[in-house]
């Protein structure tokens, strides 16, 4: 029972606190304007499905570059922190 509380919660302060959010005209201007674009091109995509489909590859292909690139990086970081450990245990056989 206690579990339904807390979720219930949850969405209750979320709900509320957006709301006060809204109270901002800022807050209420830029909220409107981007939902007039993800109704424009929600429209949009529905009328040309192929157009949808071409752009999520392209956004696929794009993180899965990017993540490819910071997998590169993070694999070259742990080599040379490798190499640097087995230098440091060098010297320290050495002495």
């Known amino acids: 029972m206690k579990k ?13 606190g957006g709301a006060l959010t809204l109270l901002d005209r800022d ?15 929600t429209t949009f995509f529905m009328t040309h499905p192929s157009d949808f489909v071409s752009e999520v590859r392209n956004q696929y292909e794009t ?3 990017t993540m490819l690139d910071g997998f590169d990086t993070a694999i070259a970081l742990i080599s040379k ?3 640097t450990v087995e230098q440091i245990e060098e010297k320290r056989n050495i002495n």
């Open 63 to 65: 993180v899965s570059r």
């Open 27 to 41: 807050t209420r201007m830029s909220v409107k304007g981007k939902l007039k674009n993800v109704n424009q091109k």
């Open 81 to 83: 922190f490798e190499k």
């Open 4 to 16: 339904n509380l807390l979720a219930k919660g949850m969405i209750v302060g979320a709900v509320v």
